[in-house]
């Protein structure tokens, strides 16, 4: 069953549109990557989607049903919007223990949880003085705590160090491959491209893309091929559409196998001829270039 | 709607904000009533009235109401300011059971903490001042009057934090709608001004406490429920609010 469906959805803020006429599906069994540039809205269709902010038009059902009609909503659906969006004085225990009672979850499962996340040591330390690193992962502990079908993590690796961001992204993986539905929010496209099977670009609160990392990629931008020869001028006046630089040339529209006859016929020598294949992150900005909110 | 109770009661037995206030409401209720006591016997001439000496025991009263006005603000504010609020309405996002959860939990705790530490006061009153003819009624009575007052201060707070979300803004209108407005409202001119004063939130609430004899339309339990129906449309406000509002 579909995790979490979207359809039309809509957010407007007096006379901003946070989010307009979005639809999209998240499957089970993938990390879905919810990419877009700050102020895109992710965030705020994360907020719809978990019933704390109302749709001004569309709707979202999460399992078949809106949030809000769940009955014990932790046991199916896990969050982490904002790690630091706890209260500094309760210790990690009470703070998982609160949200664990308000859903049935048993104490021993608040135990579970932080070892699964590494806090066990610090479960009774308040949780003001936690790094971002470990509020992060007492966000996720508190996600996991009804063992839900579906997770949502918004922005999980934003401050985190480098051993931060691998620990979240394997875990994710993980998640996923357990059946899991992961829908994780990024403005990083390298970030999605290590991690996310499936990917849902939006960009000024519009669906840019619905599609798998790898037909994104193929999708957004040809690619080039990468000619050095000595003879590059004699190169650039054969193929029919190419860029000139100082020490090479790109040409588009053109397969290296064509390129290779031509100047073989020719009796060029070539030092290189390779097909470059778009990054991840180009084809993300070449998308995305309309759609930002403010650019430099 | 146990489950609620339950992480209602461990959210707010976890933070030291509670402990705290709910120990500043216990010494100024039995401090007050200690220090005055002892001042109103030194200097009485005679035997001290019972009425008096209740009435000195629940000194404190003035000022405990707004402690616990203050911790009922921050059952629900310190949420809103932590962003909290978002956690708790992902774990129970039918927002009227939390509210209500915070209610329950809230006047519970409450009423418990001011019953004791109002009997403490009245306790340690009528011991200084050694009233002649003290029966056990009047003082149950006046425990009874301080810590139903008391409480409802405390939800008046949370009413207010539902309703405005944001700590020094709701403790600033608890303040102004319990001890300043009441005290303005004293001063209105005529038959009218004395109608409005003697509705007034807290003039009309503090009749169950105040043991002086009546004097307006309003008598201690009238008056209390006038008091309520403040508190009342503070909180369903509130509700409605918190309803329809993004969180």
Partial sequence: MTAIRARNLSKRYGGTTAVADLSFDVEPGQVTGFLGPNGAGKSTTMRMILGLDHPSGGSVVVDGRPYAELKHPLRKVGALLDAKAVHGGRNARNHLMAIAQSNGIPASRVSEVLEIVGLREVAKRRVGGFSLGMAQRLGIAAALLGDPEILLFDEPVNGLDPDGILWIRTFMRKL????RAVFVSSHLMSEMA???????VIGRGRLIADTSVEEFIGRSSQGYVRVRSPRLAEV?????????HSDHLRV?????????????RAGIPLEELTFVQPSLEAAYMELTKDSLEFSA | MID?????????????????????????????????AAAVKSNADGPIRIDQALAVSLAGVMLAQLSMATLGVLVISSEYRTGGIRTSLMAVPKRMRLLTGKLVVFTAT???????ASAVAIGVGLLITQPP????TDALRAVLGATLYLTACGVFGLGLGTLIRHTPGAVVSAIAL???LPQVANQLPGQWGQTVAEYFTTNAGMLLVSLSPQRGSLGPWSGFGVYLIWIAVATIMGAILLRRRDA
């Fill in chain 2, 110 to 116: 409450s009423l418990v903490v001011c019953a004791i």
């Fill in chain 2, 133 to 136: 003819a003290i029966t056990l």
């Fill in chain 1, 236 to 244: 650039a006046d054969l193929v029919k559409v190419a860029e000139l």
């Fill in chain 1, 194 to 200: 290590q991690t996310a099977d499936h990917l849902i």
């Fill in chain 2, 178 to 180: 319990m001890l300043v």
């Fill in chain 1, 252 to 264: 588009t529209a053109m397969s290296t196998l064509e390129i290779g006859t031509l100047t073989a």
């Fill in chain 2, 4 to 36: 609620i109770f339950r992480s209602e009661w461990t959210k707010i037995r976890s933070v030291r904000s509670t402990v705290w206030t709910l120990a500043v409401t216990a010494v100024l209720m039995v401090g007050l009533s200690g220090l005055l």
């Fill in chain 1, 176 to 179: 996923a491959a357990e059946g």
